[in-house]
């Protein structure tokens, strides 16, 4: 993936809409809903970012939604053997890690990850 970059305003916006998917995830912790809004957002503007270094944030954002929602299905399928609740945590913990790793990252206007060529 070569990096395209976009007009300043265009990057801006792109910016502040990752950002607010960030904001988003972040107060999903409290209100599971905004997870929903964030993925919604992504899956809709995630053509306006590609080959970018904001496409970076929004694959980022994807897989933390579905590797979340995957471990949390997980967690709640093994309440039943009492070890459900540890993995929630830890999914828990994980999710809020990418989270400010990525809210960090797009501050700064770094990539997640270094683009493929």
Same mark, same amino acid.
């Not at 976009?6 to 809903?33: N, T």
């Not at 471990?71 to 890690?97: D, E, R």
């Given at each position: ?10 990057? %801006? %916006? ?14 999903? @912790? ?5 997870? #929903? #809004? ?19 944030? @929004? ?5 933390? @939604? ?32 990418? #989270?400010? %790793? ?16």
């Amino acid at each position: 993936m070569s990096e395209t970059a976009l007009p300043e305003v265009d990057e %801006k %916006k792109l910016r502040d809409l990752a950002l607010l998917v960030y904001v988003l995830q972040a107060i999903g @912790f409290l209100v599971g809903l905004t997870w #929903v #809004v964030a993925v919604v957002i992504n899956y809709l503007k995630i053509d306006d970012v590609r080959n970018t270094w904001l496409e970076t944030h @929004f694959n980022w954002q994807l897989r933390t @939604f579905w590797i979340g929602l995957a471990g949390m299905v997980l967690a709640w399928a093994l309440t039943i053997v009492k070890i459900g609740v540890l993995i929630g945590l830890a999914v828990t913990v994980w999710a809020i890690y990418r #989270v400010a %790793k990525g809210w960090l990252a797009l501050v700064d206007r770094k990539p997640m990850y270094p683009a493929l060529v």
